[in-house]
């Protein structure tokens, strides 16, 4: 799938089957979220992937908006060391990770924003590093819609030159 089709039909996926992401596909995720433009190069990013079954379902109980990733065979802890653009660099990472697991079929969905001290002590994440996210990963349980998304129209959003200049 071609990035726009992947940004295009992208979806955010809750429910997973019980089938392993192959290690080669959890190392290119990892690897996009690692190769993401950073402000000034920064990368204040760290990843933390988590496969065992039980540590996942201590982060679905830690993650009030995320119980489900106690169903997923992998989740991906994204924290940050503090930085001007720490959240922003964290940001782009973990949507390159979405949308390259979104094109081998697997689907994801960002879980937390902040908030999530109790995952540190869990996963030996140090005091001054901060927990943005928690991405589940798996194939979805179910047939997802692909780009069945309500969206404002392109002509709501998008301006040429100035603000309120309809882009044709």
Do not use: C
Request: charged share 25%.
């Amino acid at each position: 799938m071609d990035v726009f089709e992947a940004g295009r039909t992208l979806l955010a996926v809750r429910s997973y089957k019980n089938t392993p992401v192959p290690d080669d596909l959890v190392r290119r995720i990892v690897e996009a979220g690692r190769l993401t433009g950073s402000g000034m190069n920064g990368q204040p990013w760290h990843f933390v992937v988590v496969r065992d079954g039980e540590t996942l379902r201590r982060l679905g109980a830690l993650a009030s908006s995320g119980r489900y990733i106690a169903q997923a065979p992998l989740a991906i802890v994204v924290a940050t060391e503090k930085s001007r653009f720490a959240v922003s660099d964290a940001s782009r990472a973990i949507q390159s990770m979405m949308l390259v697991a979104w094109a081998e079929g697997v689907g994801s969905n960002w879980v937390g924003f902040g908030g999530l001290e109790a995952v540190k002590p869990l996963l030996d994440i140090p005091a001054p590093v901060e927990v943005l996210a928690i991405l589940p990963f798996g194939y979805p349980a179910r047939p997802v819609g692909r780009g069945r998304k309500q969206r404002k129209t392109l002509r709501e959003v998008a301006h040429l030159e100035r603000f309120g200049r309809p882009l044709p």
